[in-house]
């Protein structure tokens, strides 16, 4: 079923919003031209991930003896941060970036005519 959420210009670069479909509560995240969708909560506690901050990766650059040198940020690698713990999923994929087995529930999202569209699994 699909579901018509907002007005592109209700989203900020990078602020997750949320939604509530039928009982469902879903994230929305726009960056880069691109919305992602994630259901609000974190599976590792059920936290509300969707209201959490999204990063960008920071990485390390080290010496030839393995010591950090540099510390930077990866715009190209979007993290999504849950508020209670600090888990880290990637904001592309939903994979958790610290327990490998851990994932948030993905949804298609995506801008028709200046809206958002949210696509949910059932067909009613």
């Known amino acids: 079923m699909e579901h018509k959420l907002c007005h592109i210009s209700e989203l900020e670069e990078r602020k997750p ?8 509560e879903v994230g929305i995240i726009f960056s880069k031209g691109q919305v992602y969708a994630y259901e609000n909560n974190c599976p590792h506690f059920g936290g509300p991930v969707c209201l959490g901050d ?10 030839d003896q393995q010591m950090v040198v540099d510390e930077y940020t990866d715009e190209n690698e979007l993290r999504l941060v849950c508020p209670w713990h600090g888990f880290e999923y990637e904001l592309k994929t939903g994979k958790c970036t610290i327990e490998p087995n851990l994932s948030l529930r993905k949804f298609h999202a995506y801008l028709k005519e200046n809206y958002v569209y949210l696509q949910s699994e059932q067909n009613e």
């Not at 919003?17 to 469902?24: M, Q």
């Not at 999204?54 to 010496?63: D, T």
Request: avoid cysteine.
């Open 54 to 63: 999204v990063f960008s990766q920071i990485k390390l650059e080290l010496n």
């Open 17 to 24: 919003i949320a939604f509530d479909l039928e009982g469902l």
